[in-house]
């Protein structure tokens, strides 16, 4: 498998470089109707003697109403987290193809699809089964799709199952959503999905949703409300003339008027999880009420959605002065439910609310002239989980020189406090990065963690890496890795993955053709 990997990596590089040149000689064409994507992630951790190797190819082709599809995977190792790599340690084999016909003429819209598919019902409070590589999702199913509508009605149905921690297939869930967008003011919809387990002795498990989004002069809003069953459960824990076993609850609103902009979010997701009965697939993902930052040190302390225990919600306010200067503000919290909830009596505990997560960040950018743009920054949140406070304060600076060669500067500060043991720790995060769009970029990335967990015994840590972006020709996008990385996790949309500290280099290259 070691050497299969380095001849992979070699042969994609190697006509990844020829393809890419052929395409800007002209020389080179997929044929007509043909896609053609390809990921590759190789690293070797010098610390651990540690070599990996994840690739992904996508191959796609459409001629009139057909369409179909593969994807390639090959693993050599995959993620040591079986919620992860799903029995794909070493790996190579096609993991996703389908196959679909579109029939839709002016009156009448129907495509089916067959084979691997992804589906989202409104945000995700019933459905999401989607894919994300950055933190290693992929909750696909494998069955038979059909999307509809009939002038304003909209109807998806699905049935399918998907791969477990072993990568096997087991427990089918069917599914339907129907929405209708004739009028102006108000869109209705309706999602229903079931579980059955091939387990006999397991009931199966239901989510209902309604939901609405209305629109009235400059306010947006999107409500949904959700049940979820199941008999088995009702029977053990819950009383008889009792209907459902959990709820969840979802609304935002958005608020426009000249140079203000509001939005707010309110949760409540009360035993609304939706997964396998081995807990390893997870079917639905429902907003996360958390804001997502593109700095480093505001991203060490993550809180993961729990779709069956919290209550919050989040506020974000966006100001423009003027042309040259804007203002953002967000704040937000999560709780955990108390003693009344579905989640606490299904599960025979009694336990009081509490703050699971509390974040505040404000940001003020201005724009002094042509050649140069500030930012300053402040977060600050406080984390259950990790039994932290953290105060953040960030500067920005960005440099134009011209329309094609631009630095950026940024300098992050962390003080953490531990509220269990009531240690204090810095951190500090160092980041030059040069870029000449659209072609080349190459970041300086230093940290420094400053700890002092017995009196007087000062301990400093550093991790330090460079990063190398190049586009190669038009249709290929190199980058490389080389150096150290602090352990931390990856969430996106309240998903979590914890990648552990890294010390070696690490090449990522994504071609289209």
Not at 300 to 321: C, T, W
Not at 335 to 344: I, K, R, V, W
Not at 460 to 476: A, L, M, T
Request: glycine share 6%; with cysteine; aromatic share 16%.
């Amino acid at each position: 498998m070691k050497l299969l990997s380095k001849f992979l990596l070699f042969i994609v590089l190697y006509y990844a470089n020829l393809l890419g040149q052929s395409l800007d000689d002209n020389e080179f064409k997929l044929p007509d109707g043909f896609n053609f994507a390809n990921l590759l992630e190789y690293s070797f951790d010098i610390k651990n003697k540690q070599e990996s190797l994840e690739n992904w190819t996508n191959l796609d082709y459409s001629k009139g109403i057909f369409s179909a599809g593969l994807r390639l995977e090959v693993f050599q190792p995959n993620d040591p987290d079986p919620s992860i790599s799903r029995g794909k340690e070493n790996y190579a084999d096609i993991a996703y193809r389908y196959l679909s016909v579109d029939l839709t003429n002016s009156d009448f819209g129907i495509k089916l699809t067959a084979g691997n598919y992804y589906e989202l019902f409104g945000r995700g409070m019933v459905l999401k089964i989607y894919e994300d590589r950055n933190i290693r999702v992929d909750n696909n199913l494998l069955g038979l799709k059909v999307n509809s509508n009939y002038q304003d009605f909209y109807l998806t149905a699905l049935s399918g199952v998907a791969a477990n921690s072993k990568n096997i297939r087991e427990d089918i869930v069917h599914a339907v959503d129907l929405s209708y967008a004739g009028l102006s003011f108000i869109k209705p919809g309706f999602s229903y999905a079931v579980l059955i387990p091939q387990n006999q002795s397991f009931s199966k498990t239901s989510l209902t949703s309604f939901r609405i989004e209305p629109s009235i002069w400059n306010f947006d809003f999107y409500f949904e409300f959700g049940a979820k069953q199941n008999q088995s459960i009702k029977k053990l824990y819950l009383s008889e003339n009792e209907k459902i076993i959990g709820k969840g609850f979802y609304g935002s609103s958005s608020f426009y008027l000249g140079p203000v902009s509001i939005s707010s979010e309110y949760k409540i997701y009360d035993n609304f999880s939706f997964s396998s009965n081995d807990q390893t697939i997870t079917y639905n993902t429902p907003p996360a009420l958390r804001k997502e930052y593109t700095y480093l040190l505001l991203n060490r302390h993550p809180s993961p959605l729990n779709a069956n225990n919290e209550k919050g919600f989040q506020i974000e306010v966006d100001y423009s002065m003027d042309d040259q200067t804007n203002f953002q503000s967000n704040f937000g919290i999560t709780n955990s439910l108390n003693e009344n909830s579905y989640y606490q009596r299904v599960n025979r505990i009694k336990v009081p609310s509490q703050l699971e997560f509390k974040e505040f960040y404000f940001q003020a950018n201005r724009i002094w002239n042509e050649n140069f743009n500030l930012t300053l920054a402040f977060g600050y949140s406080e984390e259950a989980s990790s039994k932290t406070k953290n105060f953040t304060p960030i500067i920005e600076n960005k440099f134009y020189f011209d329309d094609i060669n631009t630095i950026k500067l940024v300098l992050e500060h962390q003080h953490t406090t531990n509220t269990a043991t009531d240690e204090k720790y810095f951190s500090n995060v160092l980041s030059i990065e040069y870029l000449r769009s659209p072609s080349f970029n190459v970041v300086l990335l230093t940290e420094m963690q400053t700890k002092e967990s017995d009196s007087g015994k000062l301990i400093r840590k550093f991790w330090s890496f460079i990063q190398i972006g190049y586009k190669i020709f038009s249709n290929s996008d190199v980058s490389l890795l080389i150096g150290s990385r602090q352990a931390g996790n990856i969430c996106i949309g309240g998903v979590c993955r914890f990648e552990p500290e890294f010390r070696g280099i690490e090449l990522k290259m994504l071609t289209r053709l």
